[in-house]
């Protein structure tokens, strides 16, 4: 009876968290052009649409490019930073450890306005660039990571790495043969995390942005102070679509473990 309730519970729940979804999927097929609920008729015209804008295409290929190397400089920092910090002792580990979980306490507003102050101020070029964005959501995303990864490594038995050491493997042979293998599902989910997180990101970018280079986020905020039609539901059904996938993606190459590590064994 309590788990019939609790499952009643979780079902309930998800429907709710999902709802929201299901609304934008449907209106993206709105023939409405002014977003009449419920839709007195479907049609696919909104993604043609959304396909024909040039501002939306050349800001996807920028939100990719962006994300991609987010992602690949937050893990290179997530990494080494969340190993320092859980395997070793050292003047500095807190500051450490403050410093890259200080963003978790700041609004992405706030975050995006100072680092356009400093931009602007220190005359570094970034504003308004790729590498500019990039930068800016590897500060916002760096701290989740970290955490991710500081997580993993409690379930990392130093003793194995310790043995592969005494086996003639040097710090980073083994640190890449045998705890980094250990730590797949968590580095699959920060990079998918991290990955999503820069691509969908709009609060802070809108400070770090010129009109010239708009990410895909930012090209459909600006989209909706003209217009309001479906376009936009068209899109986001779009970026659902393709979120799901690197969902089921990453379920697939965790082999199942993303499932045991919530749900345990049973």
């Known amino acids: 009876m309590k788990r019939t309730i609790l499952n009643i519970i979780l079902g309930a729940t998800l429907v709710f968290m999902a709802a929201p979804i299901i609304v934008v999927i449907i209106n993206a097929f709105n023939v409405s052009a002014y977003n009449?609920?419920?839709?007195?008729g479907l049609t696919s015209a909104w993604f043609q649409k959304a396909l024909a804008n040039q501002g939306f295409i050349t800001g996807l290929w920028r939100s990719l490019a962006v994300a991609i190397l987010a992602t690949l400089v937050i893990v290179m920092i997530g990494i080494p930073a969340a190993y320092a910090i859980s395997r070793f002792r050292f003047?500095?580990?807190e500051v450490l450890r403050s410093v890259l979980l200080a963003p978790l306490v700041v609004p992405r507003v706030v975050l995006g306005f100072g680092l356009f102050i400093l931009f602007v101020t220190t005359r570094s070029q970034l504003f308004g660039?790729?590498?500019?964005i990039a930068l800016a959501h590897v500060i916002l995303v760096v701290p989740f990571v970290v955490i991710i990864f500081l997580a993993a490594l409690e379930d990392v038995d130093?003793?194995?790495e310790e043995a592969a050491r005494d086996l003639?493997?040097?710090?980073?042979?083994?640190?890449?043969?045998v705890t980094l293998p250990q730590m797949r599902v968590a580095l699959l989910s920060a990079s998918f995390f991290c990955f999503i997180t820069s691509f969908d990101e709009v609060e802070t970018t809108l400070f770090v942005v010129q009109p010239s280079v708009k990410t895909l986020p930012v090209a459909l905020y600006h989209y909706l102070e003209f217009q309001q039609d479906p376009t936009?539901?068209?899109?986001?059904?779009?970026?659902?679509a393709?979120?799901?996938?690197?969902?089921?993606?990453?379920l697939f190459l965790t082999n199942g473990q993303f499932w045991k590590k919530i749900f345990g064994n049973s």
Do not use: D, E, H, N
């Open 36 to 40: 009449a609920w419920p839709p007195p």
């Open 91 to 93: 003047r500095g580990r």
């Open 129 to 132: 660039t790729l590498p500019g």
């Open 158 to 160: 130093p003793k194995l």
């Open 168 to 177: 003639g493997a040097g710090p980073v042979r083994a640190f890449f043969l």
């Open 232 to 240: 936009i539901a068209a899109v986001s059904s779009l970026m659902i």
């Open 242 to 250: 393709v979120t799901f996938v690197f969902i089921l993606l990453g």
